[in-house]
């Protein structure tokens, strides 16, 4: 499932047959409804603001690096999600401690 917002890239006919070629569903906002996709919203800022914004210089192969060791590593090892108050990975390890044991 993939969920977005209502802009004209994601209405587009080649991004429809993408998503039909890979059997995902597209799910959108309704309009003027901002909220129902605030999740990702939140996501991308913080993205433009840690990574994109205070490298203007670095070349595209330098942001997909940086962007690529920040979801791999960082993101998931060090960021504390406030809703959950632990790391993404520590979620995951409590878990799979309840779950499989």
Do not use: C
Not at 4 to 25: C, M, P, T, V
Not at 45 to 50: A, D
């Amino acid at each position: 499932m993939i969920h977005s917002d209502r802009g004209s890239q994601y209405r587009r006919y080649a991004f429809g047959e993408i998503w039909e070629k890979n059997h995902l569903q597209h799910s959108m906002s309704r309009p003027g409804n901002p909220v129902e996709n605030a999740a990702a919203e939140a996501f991308y800022k913080t993205l433009k603001t840690e990574l994109i914004h205070p490298n203007p210089s670095k070349t595209k192969a330098q942001r997909e690096v940086l962007l690529r060791n920040d979801l791999e590593e960082d993101y998931p090892n060090e960021r504390i999600h406030t809703s959950l108050a632990m790391t993404p990975y520590q979620y995951e390890q409590r878990l799979l401690q309840e779950y499989v044991m």
